[in-house]
């Protein structure tokens, strides 16, 4: 996926789950995509949404499946019939070569964009064998599981770094994601950033989405 304006992408983690429906027609038309954070409690330390809450969402917005599991290709089927648009999973769940190839073309063949993601501790350099095979790559800005953590500040060299090696790459950020840190990933070439608290905490959600559109003009 070549690098193009700014994509902005809910993540429902902290969305009200008691009314996710209208949580999600809230941001529905100031966001571009909807998120999916599939949690499963063995490769990240909390658990949280399968494929039936994917499947039970009414939007117009691609539906963006962000698998931390340790066992994506077993997870693959099932997004892929909701249908999801993206699936990313990580790399540290999948760590040889073969296998990623693998899990990359049978996300593509079942109609969905490919990425992979990488933990704040895991190194670019460890996806070298595969980054210009993904569609994006998706740099965690906190460690995953949970919501409303406080933004790691060393991502901004790693998405600096990641951009001037892959100019044409998207970069997906998600992690501690507000309107302050939007602006600093954006200048150090995310084009994809996953807001989660910040946004379901505003009390105009487009205003806020519209914000941080206006900071990346």
Same mark, same amino acid.
């Given at each position: ?13 902290? *969305? ?18 909807? #998120? ?23 939007? /117009? ?7 931390? +599991?340790? /066992? ?12 999801? #648009?993206?699936?990313?999973?990580? *790399?540290? *769940? ?39 095979? +993904? ?43 507000? *309107? ?11 084009? /994809? ?9 505003? #009390? /105009? ?13």
């Amino acid at each position: 996926m070549k690098k193009t304006s700014l994509v902005l992408t809910a993540s429902i983690l902290s *969305a009200d789950l008691a009314k996710l429906q209208e949580e999600v027609e809230s941001i529905a038309s100031a966001a571009d995509a909807v #998120q999916i954070d599939v949690m499963d409690g063995h490769f990240v330390p909390n658990l949280s949404f399968g494929a039936p809450v994917a499947a039970s969402l009414k939007t /117009n917005l691609p539906l963006d499946a962000h698998l931390m +599991v340790s /066992n994506p290709a077993d997870r693959l089927e099932e997004f892929l019939k909701v249908p999801v #648009q993206h699936i990313t999973f990580h *790399a540290e *769940a999948v760590p040889e070569t073969v296998a990623r190839r693998a899990l990359i073309a049978a996300i593509r063949k079942g109609g969905a964009t490919a990425g992979i993601a990488l933990n704040p501790g895991t190194p670019i350099d460890s996806i070298r064998d595969v980054v210009d095979d +993904v569609d994006m790559v998706l740099l965690m800005s906190v460690e995953p599981g949970f919501g409303g953590q406080e933004f790691i500040g060393s991502t901004i060299d790693k998405i600096r770094a990641l951009r001037r090696a892959h100019p044409g790459l998207s970069i997906q950020v998600d992690g501690g994601v507000s *309107a302050e840190t939007a602006a600093e990933c954006i200048d150090a070439g995310a084009d /994809n950033l996953v807001i989660g608290s910040a946004l379901f905490r505003a #009390q /105009n959600r487009r205003e806020f989405l519209e914000h941080i559109r206006d900071a990346a003009a």
